[in-house]
């Protein structure tokens, strides 16, 4: 008998290992053929040949005492560390190390797909399930990342853990433990994140939470009542997060600075105030995809709180006439959704007639997702996507690559929680997922095969060309 909060059994438990193991295989019989072909064209080749490998061998060469004051990554090296170590101890042959980190791809999109069809079960199969990951696994960031030697999907995969993990009704002490060496791998990998212990406090303050879905937005009763507890809760959570925030100030005092010295001048801190329409508009052009999946509760919430609703879009507005939503590679904003902002008017210089409407639309969507999900979900995913979003708007490079991924992931898991809260999506659901893992899957062909071959530019720590600041750079590095 399957259960809502238990395992699943019979024919769910089945349907769940099944899309559990269709994803990772889809994602490889993408991956494969261009790892064993060896494909080395476009950015993520490019990188991964200037940057992340050159990191990784330099490590191996100096283990056990790796020197980690500056080499050519703007990350934290804990992606660069372990494939070091397997190229210091299993092998060093470029093939092996890609396939190596090619695994690290395939478990995260296994962890995400099973943990959307544990939600889905009673209304998906596992083909539906692998079509509503199917835009994630497309991704030209997910693919590269999977492809060749880059760190993104390393970090994605411990972020995803932290998520899963804040999003459990059961928070107790094994939670916290778990979530708080996560939180460490995670900050160890790229130190951005670090924005996600945020997360788990509020999981922790959450405690179970209620299970109702059928409630307005937001309740003072969701997060409120029964402080003692909830204090209790979340100062042990914060206590096993405190590791993270000690290796982030080691990093801090060992570089002077945030990244390694080398990557100063493009990554410093800078606020990119841009960043939150940026998002809201990749999360509109995505969503609408999943129409299926917020239609129902958008009507709801138009109905319920139609005042709510106004307000929410005319933000999303804001956040997009205030800052400039322009094209400037000067300014960081040059690669994906920019291309298209280039071609477009702008208003004044300053505003985009693309960005404005989609920052509206994007905040439109995101809420009403949200209120497809249990009070407890709901608070949690929006704390996630808040929480990234200000954190990224900290780096002043408003690259696609560091943004799509997660919001393709956010919206994956969305519209689990929206159908695990009691939305209905019918049979032609999957035909939005399918339509944009398509164009995904385009934009990806064009990207590996239409681009130029990867060129050694001879970079060196001390020597980092910031070739993502011209939009088509002499040593074809279109960004980091």
């Known amino acids: 008998m ?13 349907s769940i290992f099944a899309a559990t193991f269709l994803a990772p295989v889809a994602f490889l019989a993408l991956a494969l053929p261009l790892i064993f072909l060896g494909i080395n064209r476009g950015r993520g080749a490019s990188d991964s040949l200037n940057y992340h490998e050159k990191a990784i061998r330099t490590f191996a060469q100096q283990l ?8 050519l990554s703007a990350t ?5 560390l372990l494939l070091s170590a397997f190229a210091r101890y299993v092998s060093d042959q470029h093939l092996h190390l890609q396939l190596a980190s090619a695994a690290l791809t395939a478990l995260l999109i296994a962890t995400l797909a099973s943990a959307c069809a544990w939600r889905m079960r009673r209304a998906m199969s596992s083909f539906g399930v692998l079509a509503v990951c199917l835009p994630f696994i497309c991704s030209i960031y997910v693919l590269s990342s999977g492809v060749w030697l880059l760190p993104d999907n390393a970090a994605f995969f411990a972020l995803l853990g932290v998520l899963l993990l804040a999003l459990r009704r059961s928070q107790h002490f ?9 939180m460490s791998i995670l900050v160890f990998t790229r130190q951005i994140h670090i924005w996600a212990a945020g997360v788990i406090w509020l999981g922790a303050w959450l405690g179970a939470g209620a299970a109702r879905s059928e409630c307005p937005l937001f309740s003072r009763h969701d997060i409120g009542g029964r402080t003692i507890p909830r204090i209790t809760r979340t100062t042990l959570a914060f206590l096993f997060t405190l590791p993270a925030f000690g290796i982030l100030y080691y990093f801090y005092r060992l570089w002077g600075g945030l990244t390694p010295p080398s990557f100063k001048s493009m990554h410093g801190a800078r606020i990119q105030w841009a960043g939150p329409a940026f998002d809201l508009s990749l999360l509109a052009i995505a969503g609408v995809f999943y129409f299926e999946f917020w239609r129902s509760s958008f009507q709801k919430l138009a109905r319920e709180q139609f005042l709510l609703l106004l307000g929410v879009a005319a933000a999303g507005l804001i956040l997009a006439i205030i800052p400039n939503t322009s094209e400037d590679p000067a300014a960081g904003r040059v690669t994906g959704i920019f291309h298209a902002v280039k071609a477009l008017p702008v208003i004044a210089g300053h505003t985009s007639i693309l960005i404005a409407p989609l920052s509206a639309l994007g905040a439109i969507i995101l809420f009403s997702f949200l209120r497809g999900m249990n009070p407890r979900a709901r608070w949690v995913m929006l704390s996630a996507i808040v929480g990234f979003s200000i954190a990224n708007s900290a780096n002043p490079q408003l690259w696609q690559r560091y943004h799509e991924p997660f919001l393709l992931m956010w919206l994956i898991l969305a519209s689990s929680l929206a159908v695990w809260g009691g939305a209905k999506p019918g049979r032609l659901a999957v035909i939005g997922p399918l339509a944009l893992a398509a164009m995904l899957a385009a934009i990806s062909v064009r990207g590996i095969f239409y681009e130029r071959v990867a060129t050694d530019g001879g970079f060196t720590p001390g020597n980092v060309e910031p070739a993502a600041l011209s939009p088509r ?3 074809g590095l279109p960004d980091r």
Do not use: E, I, K, M
């Open 76 to 80: 934290t090296p804990g992606y660069h």
């Open 2 to 14: 399957d259960q809502a909060s238990g395992f699943s059994t019979g024919r769910y438990r089945r």
């Open 174 to 182: 094994g939670v916290w433990v778990a979530a708080g060496l996560l």
């Open 64 to 71: 056990p005492h790796p020197d980690l004051s500056d080499y």
């Open 473 to 475: 750079p002499p040593t």
